[in-house]
């Protein structure tokens, strides 16, 4: 049977899993390039510019910033559609399954965290250190 975690264990959760990517060394990714990145690993493909935009609700030309950004990183690369040369395909790399696998176990730790303190505390070392305190 599943756990269901309550609303602010999610927010204690969301909010471990971001501090740990801040942390961590290398570059970070704003809420925006996040979201385009999850969109293309989490659901299924082909991806589009255009389809991205619509599925996100952003312009076409947010979209294309956030995949110069994840472009650059080679966590998503753009191709061109050859059966229609006006579309982009955006595709997932490597390095960006490598990612998502580091942002599951990063948000298995935090679940992990959620569920040792009591089910109504969000799941982080401040609430707990004020609790301990």
Known sequence: ??????PDQLIGILRDTVVA???RDGHDLSARQLGVFLTV???EGPHTVRGLAATLNVSKPAITRALDRLGELDLARRKTDPQDRRSV???????GAAFLREIRGIMVEADSVAHAVAPSE???SESAARRAG
């Open 21 to 23: 990517l801040v942390r």
């Open 122 to 124: 969000p799941a982080n």
């Open 41 to 43: 690993y989490m659901a």
């Open 1 to 6: 049977m599943p756990v269901h975690n309550a």
């Open 89 to 95: 395909l955006v595709q997932r790399t490597v390095k």
